[in-house]
């Protein structure tokens, strides 16, 4: 189409469609939108203009002038308009319903630490004030500080695949060499005795495994591990520490009694069993009757220890001639359980809000 048509066409075309597409923009976006259409940078009557040098020289001015007027109509409009709406919508929020400012606003949740991991502060905490070091070890570890370094032999059934998750790995010839999910975390005392010397006092928690999956045992679990090597350290420092820290946790009067044990790493091995938290019998002084965590017998097992054995300390190089020491390990998950009534150790590891927001 020639140059002259082109412009008689575009500018009758524009005069004639601005005003309705204006119109029928019903918000600012829309309005916007219908504006760049005719005179945004690739707008129709842009494109236009931009072919008035094409123009025979004694039409120039008469289009020129013509395209400019357009433009202003075009922008006054649009300016019109852009009001228009904007006083529409303020009509609309001051007519509606009110905004009601004494509606409480919408909170955001707060995180907060699990309950497993706040009992494992507390428990870390009473033995911080008794003056030991706090220890970590990783949750993979070597079969060697699992288990042979501690006295283990091996055919010991705790080192057997029914119970331990062992990780594969390229070219281990034997068992002795392979790397697993720790079952304890008795590791713990192999690593910090073996990377310092007595006298030590050190606790160490986090995340262990086996192979178990009931109503009261999870694939994983929390230990807490703690021990103490010096001259002359015994069994009354460990019945004196163990007892002072479940007392602290659970009450003044709360009883506790030791039982010997075997543990492969400790001699004499022990388990503290302490007063059932849950029908508190000691305090009603008659039986227990029906309670289901300690079935009646008014006591439960709490904890395993004993005085590390020598081989122990032959394994990391110190002198079990002169260097004794006791060690003792514990449930994270159950004292968390015991301290809350938590009824299932699953609750712990399902991660349910509902759950969690209870503490
Ligand atoms: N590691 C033992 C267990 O997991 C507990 C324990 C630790 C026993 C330290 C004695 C001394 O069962």
């Keep these: 189409m020639d140059v002259v048509a082109a412009f008689e066409e575009g500018l009758e075309r524009g005069a004639s469609e601005y005003r309705t597409a204006f119109e029928e923009a019903e918000d600012e976006q829309a309005l916007r939108a219908a504006n760049a259409r005719f005179v945004g940078p690739s707008g129709a009557l842009t494109r236009l203009m931009k072919r008035m040098r094409e123009l025979p020289g004694e039409r120039r001015k008469e289009f020129g002038q013509r395209s400019n007027q357009l433009k202003q109509e075009i922008a006054a409009a649009f300016h019109a308009r852009l009001d228009g709406l904007a006083a529409a919508a303020r009509e609309a929020e001051l007519s509606g319903p009110h905004l009601d400012v004494s509606l409480p606003g919408r909170g955001r949740p707060v995180g907060r630490l699990h309950p497993l991991t706040q009992t494992k502060h507390d428990l870390l905490d009473v033995f911080v004030e008794m003056g030991f070091d706090v220890a970590d070890g990783p949750e993979v570890e070597k079969h060697e500080y699992n288990f042979d370094k501690l006295g283990f032999p091996p055919d010991h059934p705790a080192t057997d695949m029914q119970d331990t998750f062992f990780v594969a790995s390229e070219g281990v010839e034997s068992e002795a060499r392979a790397v697993l999910l720790r079952t304890h975390t008795s590791t ?100 227990a009757g029906e309670c289901r965590v300690c079935k009646g017998t008014g006591w439960i097992e709490i904890l395993g220890c004993g005085m590390i054995h020598p081989v122990v300390f032959e394994h990391v190089g110190y002198d079990p001639e002169r260097h004794t020491g006791f060690a003792f390990g514990l449930g994270v998950d159950r004292i968390t359980m015991l301290r809350h009534g938590v009824p299932h150790l699953g609750l712990l590891y399902g991660n349910d809000p509902r759950f969690l927001n209870q503490f």
């Design 188 to 287: 713990v005392q192999v690593r910090e005795m073996l990377a310092r010397k007595p006298p030590l006092a050190v606790v160490s928690a986090g995340a262990t495994f086996r192979r178990d999956d009931d109503a009261t045992h999870s694939p994983m679990f929390m230990q807490l591990e703690g021990f103490m090597v010096d001259d002359g350290i015994t069994f009354a420092h460990l019945k004196g520490v163990l007892t002072h820290f479940l007392q602290r946790i659970f009450g003044r009067d709360l009883p506790v009694r030791f039982r010997p044990s075997y543990f492969p790493f400790v001699e004499p091995g022990g388990e503290v069993d302490m007063g059932c938290t849950i029908c508190r019998r000691w305090q009603r002084g008659d039986a």
